[in-house]
């Protein structure tokens, strides 16, 4: 009996032992093996965000910075009550010729198997294809089977927008960028506007399909209406941004330079026209990688003896006459040597000369005779001009400035006498540039500003007003002496390789040996050094002030007078030619145009804005195109420049040589070509002919020069 037990409950066991193996054993299988099976089964409802169309970026005279292009989602429900079966069996063939046709991605054939075995499978929302612009939707639309309508034919079209920059890597890093969480990498203006452009998202309640992430909407209507996002007019000028970015990358490969910023202000307003970083990558190739311009904070060199010279006649310490000997140049602080660029020095000169011609031995003796016993008198002096802090401006990741006091930690005996001629300090070059901008201002310093206004649907929203930093950083008195010290530098001093016959050009050279937190200032592979100019033009009225630096150039020079000024200089005459505000008050009917033997150089281009630039110089335009057309050749002769027609066919490849990059991407991207530009200034070559047909999203290359 008690046997007979024990082998019933025994057989209960194994019973239930291999029951549970059973069950862990299917568990486990349907985990590995049968997943996407009942994944499938798996169904979820929810509410999503309906993205908002994002605000655009302009530039000042309404140039599209940044847009976002709409693009399409096309998909087909072949489970649609509606859906015509046996209308999409004959003629999916046709429809998959015209699919392969337009996005060249698959063969018909490929199509036409996939869009078969989606209808067998009665797939209820398959996508066709990802990225479908507007142009082509309306072309899709039309197809075979498609324009039997949304219901009849299962399409399905959803519209999203990718960010384009219209201008290419102009200012890319002012006018920035959103990373997809919006947490981090907000950068330039798009960060700092980042509320303002979004816009509200609207919601629509979808459910997740089977066996991916993919989401269907459960209607078509939505139950909260996105809206869209604000748009932005900044204070950035397309002119003067290519301008500087040209001068500056062209200086960058002359010098096989590591990095280099380019900025260019409005003086009376304190606006960014524009704002050019460069850095060379790995492959040689320069582009915009880091906004050294907002961000660098480093050791300027000679541009703060400005900020000395302006202490120094501030206190009433001297004027600009008074002499100094630069005794050989060089002089001693302990064991500490400080020396001029000129070998043997300057000799004995007066004050004005020592700033003209940037003797380091001479602040530095000024400085010391003056201050070694009141420091802080002097540091005083940079605290209250403001050097000491932040611009305050609303793009994120500007560098913090560095001026130390007397008596803290790393304050030594020759502080003093190294600060008055650019080191133990550090400041970025926009900081650099709004404190000679404020000279140039007559002592009033205005906050830098990017943006000025905000507009919905054409109409101002709010205006971005202008901001005083300080009302006065010196006396008018200090003011104009020290401008006649910035004109003397390009007159007699370091930059005269600068000076021209049209306008006169005030600023200061700068030359700073660079330290490497590891190895000090003496690298691994030697001294590495930072040029630059900071000045404004012209001279006599004030329009516009630039900044240039130069980071570790390897070729030529690395002197501010000879790696940064010539930019500054290349900057300035074409800014001074291009920028008719700065001409505005001649008189033109008085003016007596005289007439030279050529006439400017001119690109082929639109009409209306050819013309207009001819007219503004007084040149004489013979019109041969015909009324009504809008793209034109031009033909420079020695009296005049001549237009005749330029044909653009939507069927066959226009010659864009001779054109700017603007002009020749506009029209071959809107017949629908895939352009790749090359080099930089007039198009000399394009892959495909003139006269050829081509298909469209085919590549064609253009190099400029």
């Not at 010659?655 to 080099?679: C, F, P």
Request: proline share 3%.
């Amino acid at each position: 009996m008690k046997q007979e037990i024990v082998a019933r409950i025994s057989s209960i066991y194994f019973l239930i032992v291999l029951l549970a193996s059973a069950i862990v054993f299917k568990i486990l299988y349907i985990q590995i093996f049968e997943q996407d099976k009942w994944k499938a089964k798996e169904k979820a409802i929810d509410y999503k965000e309906i993205e908002a169309s994002r605000g655009n970026i302009y530039s000042e005279d309404g140039k599209v910075l940044a847009v976002s292009v709409p693009y399409f989602r096309v998909l087909m429900d072949f489970k649609s009550n509606a859906f015509k079966r046996e209308l999409f069996h004959k003629q999916v063939d046709t429809l998959s010729v015209c699919l392969a046709k337009m996005f060249g991605d698959k063969s018909a054939g490929d199509y036409s198997l996939e869009l078969r075995n989606a209808e067998k499978k009665r797939k209820a929302y398959h996508l066709l294809h990802s990225k479908v612009t507007y142009k082509q939707l309306k072309e899709l639309l039309n197809f075979p089977f498609f324009k039997e309508g949304r219901f009849k034919s299962g399409l399905i079209t959803e519209a999203y927008s990718k960010r384009v920059k219209p201008h290419n890597y102009f200012s890319a890093r002012t006018i920035g960028y959103i990373s997809a969480s919006e947490t981090v990498n907000t950068v330039g203006i798009e960060g700092a506007y980042n509320s303002v452009l979004k816009g509200v998202n609207g919601m629509r309640l979808m459910q997740k399909l089977p066996g991916n992430d993919m989401w269907m909407p459960l209607n078509y209507s939505n139950e909260v209406e996105p809206v869209d996002g604000k748009d932005v007019i900044t204070t950035l000028n397309v002119n003067m941004m290519e301008i500087a970015e040209t001068a500056l990358l062209k200086q960058l490969q002359n010098l096989d330079a590591k990095h280099g910023t380019a900025i260019i202000m409005e003086v009376e307003t304190g606006d960014i026209k524009a704002m050019a970083n460069l850095s060379k990558m790995e492959d040689g190739k320069y582009q915009e990688s880091f906004n050294f311009a907002i961000g660098q904070s480093s050791e300027p060199g000679s541009t703060i003896k400005l900020a000395s010279l302006i202490s120094l006649l501030e206190d009433g310490k001297v004027d600009l006459n008074h002499e100094i000997n630069t005794q050989g140049g060089t002089i001693k602080f302990g064991d500490f040597t400080i020396r001029d660029s000129q070998k043997g020095g300057y000799g004995t000169i007066t004050v004005k000369q020592a700033f003209e011609h940037s003797s380091n031995v001479a602040f530095a003796k000024l400085m010391w005779k003056h201050y070694k016993d009141s420091p802080e008198d002097f540091v005083d002096r940079l605290y209250n001009m403001g050097l000491n802090k932040k611009a305050g401006i609303e793009i994120k990741g500007e560098g913090t400035p560095y001026i130390k006091y007397p008596g803290e930690k790393h304050w030594y005996k020759v502080s003093l006498p190294q600060m008055s001629i650019g080191y133990e300090l550090e400041i970025t070059p926009l900081q650099t540039l709004t404190f000679y901008n404020a000279i140039a201002n007559n002592g009033k310093m205005m906050k830098p500003r990017f943006v000025k206004e905000i507009r919905e649907f054409s109409h101002t929203d709010k205006k971005i007003k202008t901001e005083v930093l300080n009302s006065s950083i010196c006396s008018q008195k200090t003011i104009q002496k020290v401008k006649l010290c910035l004109e003397g530098v390009v007159e007699r001093g370091t930059a005269t390789n600068i000076k021209n016959t049209k306008f006169k050009i005030a600023g200061k050279t700068g030359t700073a040996q660079m330290a490497n937190a590891k190895f000090g200032y003496e690298t691994e592979k030697g001294k590495s050094y930072q040029a630059s100019f900071a000045g404004y033009f012209p001279a006599d009225k004030p329009k516009y002030s630039c900044i240039v630096v130069i980071y570790a150039p390897q070729k030529i020079s690395y002197y501010g007078s000879g790696a940064a000024a010539p930019v500054f200089g290349e900057i300035a005459q074409n800014v001074y030619a291009t920028a008719l505000d700065i001409h505005k008050e001649i008189n033109h009917k008085n003016y007596a145009y005289k007439k030279k033997d050529n006439v400017p150089f001119s690109k082929s281009g639109y009409k209306k804005e050819t013309e207009f630039v001819f007219r503004s110089v007084h040149a004489s335009i013979q019109n041969n195109s015909n009324e009504g057309v809008s793209w034109v050749l031009t033909r420079n002769n020695n009296d005049y420049v001549e237009f005749q027609n330029l044909k653009v066919s939507k069927n066959k490849v226009p010659s864009v040589r001779g054109m700017g990059a603007k002009d020749a991407l506009y029209i071959l991207e809107n017949i629908g070509l895939t352009v790749e530009l090359k080099g930089r200034g007039t198009v000399t070559k394009q892959s495909i002919e003139a006269g050829s047909a081509f298909s469209k999203g085919q590549k064609i290359v253009i190099e400029l020069i």
